[in-house]
């Protein structure tokens, strides 16, 4: 009896943080995307593309099979999770029509010592770059002073989510001809 309360509990304790996550989600999404509807699109990642962010990160950093995207007619939201030192950091990441990233937001963080991924001074050096920029720490990104692994992990957020969403508008056709009507983005 007392391992089906514990699962009880468990359960209803899982069920409010999760309900906490996406109500902080959309309020971070809504901050970044004003004019989104807050429909995710999900984007299945293939092998090939898991193949190309890897390269492109250096690295067999873990890509997720989905990606919950957003998308307005002023540009869109990729959703990101990273390793930090102390746990995960959930990302908003936007981006403007022309795929450079136009802002960051964090959803939840758990790192004691990396609070200044949120200000931003810290954030203003991911704004503008695109798939074409080098995007380091010590090339064009300072890192936070004691916050090594809390910057990276921001560098590597932003390197990823901007291969995929990249990858995103390049296979939604429907958002491409969207973007190019109104006059908002060249296409390819």
Known sequence: M??????VVIFFMAAALMASYESLRDSVVKELLPDTDL????FNVDAA?????Q???GSKQPVSAKYEIYSSKSGGVVIEHQMGKWGIISMAISF????????????????????GIK???FIKQFIGKSLSDTIEIGNGITGLSGATISSKAVVIAVK?????YDAFTAQSTPLRLRLRK???AGGN
């Open 2 to 7: 007392k391992r089906f309360l514990s699962a």
């Open 39 to 42: 429909k995710a699109q999900v």
């Open 49 to 53: 593309l898991t193949a190309k962010v």
């Open 55 to 57: 390269k492109a990160l």
């Open 96 to 115: 403007d029509n022309d795929g450079k990233v136009s802002n960051i937001g964090i959803i939840t963080m758990q790192e004691k010592r990396g609070a």
């Open 119 to 121: 200000e931003h001074y």
């Open 160 to 164: 990823r989510a901007l291969i995929i």
């Open 182 to 184: 109104h006059g908002e």
